[in-house]
């Protein structure tokens, strides 16, 4: 069963790579969605997969690498969107 979650990621995730580790991390595991940088200094994600895929892919981002820490994730599962083909960075789904 396919699901989605919305999160937002606070602690060093701007400026370090994080979305392009994210993004890794997601195309790995055969997940899409996507990554975006807020005003705010936090980073949001859209993740949609099969929920151990999704799972493994929040561990991974949770313990980041040397330059990215991450302090706190808040998560949100959310209606699947249908079609969505990839992981990509901005807003919007990946058809």
């Not at 699947?80 to 990946?94: L, N």
């Amino acid at each position: 069963m396919i699901k989605r979650f919305h999160v937002f990621v606070e602690g060093r995730v701007q400026g370090v790579g994080f979305r392009g580790f994210c993004m890794m991390q997601a195309q790995q595991r055969g997940l899409t969605g996507s990554v975006t940088n807020l005003p705010n200094g936090l980073v949001e994600i859209f993740v949609q997969g099969e929920q151990d895929r999704i799972d493994s892919f929040l561990e991974a981002v949770q313990a980041g690498n040397q330059f990215i820490r991450v302090d706190d994730m808040s998560i949100k599962e959310v209606p699947a969107v249908p079609g969505e083909k990839r992981f990509g960075y901005g807003m919007g789904q990946y058809f």
